[in-house]
């Protein structure tokens, strides 16, 4: 009976790490040039030229800026909606995201702006779905 107990502490104190280091981590696309750092838990990502500044995550790369998220609207098992914003304001943009496994997420935008990416000389929109590997 004891042993069933302790085996049972330990699925779920191994479940509750996992669930814990979801949404968490350092995300690259290869083809857009982006990475995405990200994590959901806490406030505690410092923003890329602005050192006293704190948020979920952010885009940064080949595109028009960097993209803060600010806000965690839902979060559910593999899925979350969050709130962005371009860090010179001007946009802001909802994104879905969605773990496939560990080491793929998916990012879905959602909102009416469009983050865009720059090839040449020129800004071109982002695909409204674009994956990240871990």
Known sequence: MKCRLLIIACMLSAASQLMGQEFRGHYLNQEYKIRFELNLD???????GLPDDRCYGFLQGN????WIVLKVINRKEGKATVRCA???GSDG??????????SILTMRQTGDANIKTIEG?????????????K
């Open 42 to 48: 806490s406030a505690a990502i410092e923003v890329p």
């Open 121 to 133: 000389r020129k800004y071109v929109k982002l695909p409204k779905v674009v994956e990240f590997k």
């Open 63 to 66: 595109l028009n800026g960097t």
């Open 86 to 88: 371009c860090d010179n």
């Open 93 to 102: 943009q909802t994104l879905e995201l969605a773990l496939k496994g560990d």
